[in-house]
């Protein structure tokens, strides 16, 4: 199973808006609506920010959105601020009991 | 609340055995699926294994299969992965990570450092 394809870097300065791309197959991300989006601070394990492609877990900020068209998902992060600033990681459900993860994006606030 | 503590990392020679262990508390392991992902230095996350709720079906990375175990004692709180025939490849932070019923994972543990080195 091949890692999903996410840019390695993007960039936005306090206040505007990111998006961050996330493709995979029709096998794991086409196939399902259970792409997961993780934020992950150096040294700190990764914490959950979006699943099943659009819904937020309580505590996370509704700055954060996902969507999902056809075999790429997106995370949307409005309203940059400096504490957004990490790697971000999405991840799908494969057929067959398993899970792939994307190969990262490191987030940069300017 | 939800807590997962990982123990067990540490140094082993190539070809080498380790279990490690994940101590949880805040919900019962017999109700839901529990994982292990990984992370090798500087690179990003990997799925490893899962063990369902019942402990019946056990799912595999193909990298780990046929090497790696993963087990659970619910009368502990505990999930285990054994993994053996350690390569270099293996060198990485080992998180154990709870499911939250909609194939995410909704809580991690702060993560134990298997290194392979001779």
């Known amino acids: 199973q091949s890692a999903l394809t996410q840019p390695a870097s993007v960039s936005g300065s306090p206040g505007q808006s990111i998006t961050i791309s996330c493709t995979g197959t029709s096998s794991d991300v086409g196939n399902y609506n259970l792409v997961s989006w993780y934020q992950q601070h150096p040294g700190k394990a990764p914490k959950l920010m979006i699943y099943e492609g659009n819904k937020r877990p309580s505590g996370v900020s509704n700055r954060f959105s996902g969507s999902k068209s056809a075999n790429t998902a997106s995370v949307t992060i409005s309203g940059l601020q400096a504490e957004d600033e990490a790697h971000y990681y999405c991840c799908s459900y494969v057929n067959g009991g398993t899970w792939v993860f994307g190969g990262g994006t490191k987030l940069t606030v300017l | ?118």
């Open chain 2, 1 to 118: 609340q939800v807590q997962l503590v990982e123990s067990g990392g540490g140094v082993v020679q190539p070809g080498g055995s380790l279990r490690l262990s994940c101590v949880t508390s805040g919900f019962s392991l017999a109700k839901f699926n529990m994982h292990w992902v990984r992370q090798a230095p500087g690179k990003g996350l990997e799925w490893v294994a899962m063990i369902e709720d019942d402990g019946r079906a056990l799912w595999y990375a193909d990298s780990v299969k046929g090497r790696f175990t993963i087990s659970k004692d619910r009368s502990r709180n505990t999930l285990f992965l054994q993994i053996s025939s350690l390569r270099s490849e293996d060198t990485a932070v080992y998180y154990c990570a709870k499911d939250g019923r909609g194939y995410q994972f909704d809580y991690w543990g702060q993560g134990a450092l298997v290194t392979v080195s001779s």
